[in-house]
């Protein structure tokens, strides 16, 4: 297995690399650039802008230079953690405020991609199980409607509850005002927690009735076959015949899907974040397009590629776990 980790991660490196490529030609694409759109606003102000400070910011941030000279300076960074600046943030080092949301994004998407789980797989096990019973019909019900509801609108109808109901004001971001800018403590720790279980709900619920659906429909498959009534046959029980043998194989096509989950989720929180008022990549990620700060939303978008490729290497490992049957090759 070790061997088979380390092809992986080299294998990353010329997969990697092309991403980048593809990642800086596609935020080249449209025309302008950070400067066009900061001089034009500026000049919307009433402001003058001469020719000179045009000039001079071309040549601190390299716009003036054909594009391959610029993909060259950008990815000559990489190795030593530069990913250039940022326009929007005055030159600041992209790779400090990619850092600085990068972890609760992280957290976010994990821990309702774990919510998924717990709770889609148990779900869809006990719908199988109990085909066309009322349970069956209730949770096949509630799937359908999460799948039909986007995860924006579920966090606008919560929080409109919150108010509405409850008399909640505040039903957003991940802390409460007097542990935003505070020190890392228990108490801030235990605030972050009361605060995560909105976006995990709101993200997680879609992904959760998918599951369900999927779940159910694999392991009625998978007892249907003949290895299943052969253990039947032989004595076992009903829950070593479920647990131990189909749902092992039922499963599997679940795991091959988490790489995919991972950074779908990632991308997908990023109107859900501007809602929530999270602090995320998702809205830095959507003013950067917006402004055209390239080096910034392609330094976002590079992460995003990375995680996917990353989350595949954790799935095909989760999946040789389960299923010893699986040999890496």
């Known amino acids: 297995m070790i061997q088979y980790i380390l092809r992986r991660f080299l294998f990353m490196i010329p997969m990697l690399l092309m991403i980048s490529i593809f990642v800086f030609i596609l935020i080249q694409l449209p025309p302008g650039s950070y400067l066009d759109t900061y001089v034009m606003r500026l000049a919307s102000q009433g402001q003058d802008v001469s020719s000179d400070f045009v000039a001079s910011m071309e040549e601190i941030y390299g716009l003036n230079q054909p594009i391959y000279v610029q993909y060259f300076k950008w990815i000559s960074g990489f190795p030593r953690g530069d990913f250039g600046p940022s326009f929007m943030f005055f030159g600041e080092s992209t790779w400090r405020i990619v850092s600085a949301y990068l972890w609760y994004t992280v957290l976010i998407a994990f821990s309702s991609q774990l919510f998924i789980l717990l709770v889609g797989v148990p779900i869809g096990i006990y719908s199988a199980t109990h085909q066309y019973s009322f349970g069956d019909h209730f949770f096949t019900f509630l799937g359908f409607i999460g799948l039909s509801i986007p995860s924006f609108l579920l966090a606008l109808i919560l929080m409109f509850g919150a108010y509405s109901i409850f008399g909640i004001t505040k039903l957003g971001g991940l802390f409460s005002d007097q542990y935003i800018d505070s020190p890392w403590n228990l108490g801030k720790l235990i605030d972050l927690l009361s605060h995560l ?6 993200l997680g619920l879609s992904g959760t009735a998918g599951t369900i659906r999927r779940m159910r429909g694999n392991l009625l498959d998978v007892l249907n076959m003949q290895y299943i009534s052969t253990a039947r ?9 479920i647990y131990k ?10 795991i091959m899907a988490l790489g995919m989950w991972f950074p779908q989720l990632l991308s997908g929180s990023a109107i859900v974040s501007i809602v929530l008022s999270l602090p995320t990549l998702g809205p830095v990620q959507v003013n950067a397009l917006l402004m055209q700060d390239m080096y910034l939303a392609g330094t976002v978008l590079f992460f995003q590629c990375a995680l996917l490729l990353f989350g595949n290497l954790l799935a095909d490992i989760t999946l040789a776990w389960v299923d010893p049957r699986v040999e890496f090759n």
């Open 197 to 202: 279980w909105l976006p995990v709900l709101v």
């Open 245 to 254: 043998h189909a749902v092992r194989n039922a499963i599997a096509p679940i």
């Open 233 to 241: 046959a032989k004595g076992l029980s009903e829950r070593v015949v």
